[in-house]
């Protein structure tokens, strides 16, 4: 699939430190609680089976599946509209619908319908449709708070494929990385208000829009902070106030295809298109400083998120599904498998295939691969670009026509799935 | 005869005589490079028919086309870095030769795209480091090699993945070589220039058409213009065959892709874009302006162009199968099928699906969609952008880990 057709179904996100209002085993953004698309879930038994609760239609649309407590919340067009959706996510039955504007039609490849996740937190949800409205609403009917409208209001460019980066909470703040003109890359609104708290986009930056890259939250040297990654620089924003505190130029431009995974000790490992770069941030005299540890040819070429798990990471690279020693970037092991977005719960790996349609859950483990359950759970004729979410248990997964929530139960391994439809 | 003379003239000893003038599917698009078959008397107007997995062999990476000559099939394909040349048995798959042609391409995941054409005992591939061979057909041995890249300066960053054009005695590339070695004309036999084109638009991705004309042949370009990074513009130009003379062209904004144009009608061409398709009227004696007929978002298509069939067009917009007017764009029937490439086959569509390995056979009418047969030919999961080739009543499909055939049989 062409570089053109990924970067639509991964659209930026950017990512932020743990929301303040989290209930445990939320899921309230994209990739997830500290946005790496891994949860902890001692709930569930270490082997594990796939079963559906249930399915249900859902309009055309990428956007990616939020989960506070009782509610679940997506975007979707019903063809004249985009809207924002909330349901139960016991049922899926629609809580409610809230209008955001006219559908952004689709082009170039692109579908119809909202591209970001909703980001929800102290009882509110936020999301940014792509003409580039952001939302707030009541969690709990949908009621509009307030709004801003982020090329008016901002100068803020439209991408080729409309606003696609997701929000991240963090403390009483909205983060937003959108592109434009300087200051206005990294931009975060009070929660309650919507007003500006602060902006940013150090000059230095180069080529203008930065709407489809990612940021990643991650306490440096002690300091809480954004981790941005540009085009041809990665650089640390200060959460407090969005003042860069670090840099570290990369020689290549290329554009930035996943989020920055932090790992222990100031270390990030940076996924591009050509591949991996390890990057441990020190303290040096007063200032943070970057250096690479290590580079690799593998986690080249997708946009699914990589995880981490004991000191290995785990994620695409092309089509290979491949096991990385994070200390050294050594390969332990690969597999072809069928490409799509992964999430980590626990020890295992949940995979989205965005052909196929099918959910594998495969070991999270150095040694091998090892499938552990797949169902078929999405229609293979209409493509799945759009990640899974999880939270207490269920795992949500949805296309441009259709959701589906499965529960990942504990049962002897390579239990097969029967599939209700 | 002119068999046995192309073998001996290659100094080639070969116990097998390979006949490509037989050769039923010859290049990208079939053999006059319009996704349509030529035999007939291959489907039966009534009664049940089935589709039949004939055989299944692995084949590596790559989207490039299998062309079939009279006893082969031939294509690219790559095993990481390595990309190669092979040839496989019509009747069981078997490997026959495979030529490895280049180590190293720009994108690996995608392998090469290019299409081989064969004529004349001979296979000319492109390979994605922009180097132009002529392969014996019978043993895979390299004729004539022609690097663009050296020669040329051809040096697209997705790589040549551009199907050669055969057009008379010679084969026809869009090198992916800027300014006036955009199109290059070479000799089939010997690999020499036959001409290099003058005032071709930026055309790095797309392959050729070819349009008979009252004053000859004409090579179709889908060129892009992407000066404007934020609103690319695409449009299709017209060299003449005879010395690569660039004849006319039109520019659309908005919109564009790398779909092979299609001649229709005495004097149209279909320019089928990632976002739409629009009819295009070429004047007579190709001079005045050209004026767009219609344009409608019918159609979406990034490489395969729709397939014309009596008056009608037939391609998928979305996840919809779609019958579209020749005459005013309008459309006629859809079918939620969700996307796929088409092949006309005697009145009928050989309807392959993007990513759930189905293939269907549905006849090409404006009165409604009417399946005649089904069958999972592929995996689903494997994504199979390359459209069928077709060859009587064998349909050949490959995506990135295998190659299919599949025999359309009456009941």
């Known amino acids: 699939m062409n570089k053109e057709r990924r970067a639509v179904a991964r659209l930026a996100l950017v990512v932020l430190a743990t929301p303040a209002f989290a209930g445990a085993g939320d899921w309230p953004q994209l990739w997830g609680p500290q946005v790496t698309a891994a949860v902890e879930d001692p709930g569930i038994a270490s082997r594990a089976a796939l079963a559906v609760i249930w399915r249900r239609p859902v309009g055309s649309g990428f956007s990616g599946i939020a989960v506070a407590g009782a509610r679940g919340f997506t975007g979707e067009s019903d063809g004249t509209n985009d809207l924002a959706v909330a349901f139960d996510v016991k049922t899926g039955a629609t809580s409610w619908r809230t209008v955001l504007g006219p559908t952004y039609r689709g082009h170039d490849g692109s579908r119809d319908g909202p591209l970001a996740t909703p980001a929800v937190g102290g009882g509110r949800v936020f999301m940014p449709g792509p003409h580039g409205l952001l939302v707030a609403m009541d969690a709990a009917s949908g009621r509009e708070l307030w709004r801003r409208d982020l090329p008016k209001d901002l100068e803020a460019k439209l991408p080729h494929y409309g606003f696609g980066s997701s929000p991240v909470l963090v403390g009483d703040l909205v983060m937003l990385q959108i592109g434009g003109k300087e200051k206005s890359g990294l931009v975060a609104f009070e929660a309650a208000t919507g007003k500006l708290a602060w902006s940013t986009l150090p000059s230095e930056t180069k080529g203008g829009s930065t709407g489809y890259t990612m940021a990643t939250p991650a306490e440096i040297a002690g300091t809480p902070q954004l981790v941005v990654m540009g085009h041809d620089r990665v650089f640390g924003v200060k959460v407090l106030d969005g003042s860069v505190v670090w840099t570290h130029l990369l020689a290549e431009p290329e554009e930035p295809t996943r989020s920055p995974l932090p790992l222990p000790n100031g270390r990030l490992l940076l996924s591009r298109y050509s591949g991996a770069i390890l990057l441990e941030v020190s303290r040096d005299g007063g200032a943070l400083k970057a250096a690479e540890v290590w580079r690799s040819p593998r986690l080249k070429n997708s946009y699914s998120p990589n995880v981490a798990q004991g000191g290995f990471v785990y994620g695409f690279s092309g089509q290979f599904l491949v096991c990385v020693d994070a200390a050294t970037g050594e390969q332990r092991w690969r597999q072809k498998v069928n490409a799509g977005t992964l999430i980590r719960v626990g020890q295992h790996l949940l995979i989205l295939g965005e052909q196929s349609g099918a959910l594998r859950v495969v070991e999270a483990t150095p040694e091998a691969y090892r499938l552990v359950a797949e169902a078929p759970v999405l229609n293979p004729g209409a493509q799945s670009s759009t990640g899974p979410s999880y939270a207490d248990g269920r795992i949500f997964v949805r296309n441009v026509e259709e959701m589906v929530a499965l529960s990942l139960t504990g049962s002897p391994a390579r239990a097969a799935l029967e599939v209700t439809r | ?411």
């Open chain 2, 1 to 411: 005869m002119r068999t046995a003379l192309a073998t001996l003239l290659f100094g080639v000893a070969s116990s097998l005589s390979v006949a490509a003038e037989d050769a039923p599917w010859p290049q990208w698009l079939g053999p006059a490079r319009t996704g349509a078959a030529s035999d007939t008397a291959v489907i039966p107007r009534t009664g049940a028919i089935r589709l039949k997995v004939a055989w299944r062999r692995p084949l590596g990476v790559g989207t490039a086309g299998l062309s079939v000559a009279s006893d082969r099939l031939v294509t690219l394909d790559s095993e990481a870095d390595k990309v190669s040349a092979v040839a496989l048995s019509r009747a069981d798959g078997s490997v026959l030769w495979r030529t490895l042609l280049d180590t190293g391409l720009p994108d690996e995941e995608r392998g090469p795209g290019s299409t081989p054409a064969v004529k004349g005992g001979l296979a000319f591939v492109l390979s994605p480091t922009c180097q132009l061979r002529g392969l014996d057909l019978a043993t895979g041995k390299v004729v004539w090699h022609v690097d663009l890249k050296a020669r040329f300066a051809a040096a697209p960053r997705q790589g040549c993945i551009s199907s050669p054009l055969l057009e008379g005695d010679r084969v026809i590339v869009q090198s992916g070589a800027a300014e006036d070695h955009r199109v290059l004309a070479f000799d089939q036999r010997t690999g020499e220039l036959s001409w290099s084109s003058k005032g071709a638009f930026r055309a790095n991705y797309s392959s050729p058409g070819l349009r008979e004309s009252a004053s000859g042949r004409q090579v179709l370009i889908h060129h892009t213009d992407i000066t404007t990074p934020t609103s690319p513009k695409g449009g299709v130009s017209a060299l003449r065959a005879q010395d690569g003379q660039l004849l006319w062209q039109t520019t659309l904004d908005q919109s564009w892709s790398y779909a092979t144009p299609i001649p229709f009608a005495a004097d149209r061409v279909l320019l089928a874009t990632w976002n739409d398709v629009a009819a295009i009227e070429v004047p007579a004696g190709d001079k005045g302006d050209l004026r767009t007929l219609w344009r409608v978002p019918a159609f979406t298509y990034y490489v395969n162009p729709p397939v014309y069939h009596d008056g009608h067009f037939y391609g998928t917009g979305g996840d919809l199968l779609r019958c579209v007017r020749a005459t005013d764009g309008g459309t006629a029937w859809e079918e939620k099928t969700y996307p796929g490439s088409v092949a006309l086959v005697d009145g009928h569509l050989a309807f392959l699906s993007v990513t759930a390995g189905l293939l269907r056979i549905v006849e090409a009418t404006p009165v409604g969609y009417k399946e005649r047969a089904r069958v999972e030919a592929l995996s689903p999961g494997a994504r199979a952008e390359t459209p069928p080739s077709v060859a009587g009543r064998r349909l050949f499909l490959r995506n990135d880990e295998e190659v299919v055939a599949v025999d359309l049989e009456t009941s």
